[in-house]
């Protein structure tokens, strides 16, 4: 037993000798951790860095980031204060509720209260906030007359979250929280399910839908440990929009869709319980899915589609040849990234009339809690840029950067557009820029 302290001495230099090496060639493969961060840059020696001190703090912050085998031991961490704390390890992006089901923290305020302060302040008073809807479902519908008359077809899908679906397994924030589901809230969703018809904006409700399938089906259609709809309920969602698409435009190849069967689960259908970033996935029924193949009879030409939404539209992509269904297929995340597109990154570098005078749908699919920013600036700029020339929009725009205020031109053009464009106030804008007068 005397050599105990020698023998333990050596497997802790060992230990840490693995370690350092790990860190520099990676001789044990390791599974990344889940989620978006921003790493430390291995910074560069200088001599003025060293000397201020600097170099010694980034090279600190490096190789804690960097060293052997930190994956795994962040995990072994994670794992420990889930089993013996029962502690979400990222309480900021996911929060625990009943039975273990995991949700994101703004789903859960959108239950409660509503998502508003989310994108708006909570000074702005509840008659704004409605004038803020107003003017961007108005200026939706403009868009949608003027893509209609080039023959693009522009519709609106509201889909549900999973505070929607499954309220019951909400994390409960007591009794004051309770009262507050009921005093009124302004709802992104509500508003557009009852005005969408009033100003005529084609759309398609599956928050209705999906409401109505609530406990009457054999499958979950939000899983335990995910944040968007489940793979399979997203399937049969999309195919049942493909269908409602073709009422008004141009014919889709149809799909067959096959037998469901469970097997283990996939991506993403465990997105939020791979960012708690444990070493094993909390324990669930197996969850079902169904395969999608094409069927005959294809048509001469496959339609153009640019879908601009949120990350819910990613389970579709996972499941669907989209490409094999629609030529030229665009997606526009968050009407900012661009996918599928291999000349264009992003949508500040795109020719906007362009890209949508060559689409034949243009889908707009957005859940309850994205709805608060429907569209992600898109309503706007395209407005503007299908009835007003770049040079007639710039020449706006110095005018206000050149004016002082505590707001942006941004924030500025988009509370007073029809002031600053006085064409786009006529509830039918008659303006059109040069490139559509010179296709008419």
Known sequence: MKN?????????LVLLLLTVVQGIVRIVPVRPLKGAYVGAEKPHFTAAGFLSGQWQEATDRYLKEHHGFREPAIRLYNQYLWTAYHRST???SVLIGQHDYLFEPWFVDEYYTGCYAHFYPDSVPDYEKTDVFHRRISRLHKVQEILEEQGTHLFLALLPGKERI???????????A???RHTGHLRAYDFYRTWAPHYGIRHVDLCHCFDSLRGRTPYLLFTQTGTHWSSIASTYAFDS???YMQTFG???RPVTLGQPYTARTR??????????NKTFHIPTERNQYVDVTLADPAPDTNPSLVVIGDSFFW????????QELFSNFRYWYYFSTIYYDPSHDNVADIDLVDQLLNADYVMLSYCTVQLYNCGNGFVDRALLELCYDPDEIQAVRDSLAATPSPLTVEQRMERNLEQYFPALAASHPTKRCSKLLHIQ
Not at 166 to 176: F, I, K, S, T
Not at 267 to 276: F, G, K, V
């Open 315 to 322: 389970n579709i992509l996972y499941n669907f040849p989209i």
């Open 166 to 176: 499954y309220p019951q397994y909400l994390p409960d924030r007591g009794a004051q």
């Open 4 to 12: 105990t302290p020698k023998i333990l001495c050596i497997i802790t």
């Open 241 to 243: 929009v493909m269908r």
């Open 178 to 180: 309770r009262h507050d």
């Open 267 to 276: 991506e993403p259908d465990a997105d939020l319980d791979d960012l708690l």
């Open 250 to 252: 141009p014919t889709i």
């Open 90 to 92: 990222n309480p900021g």
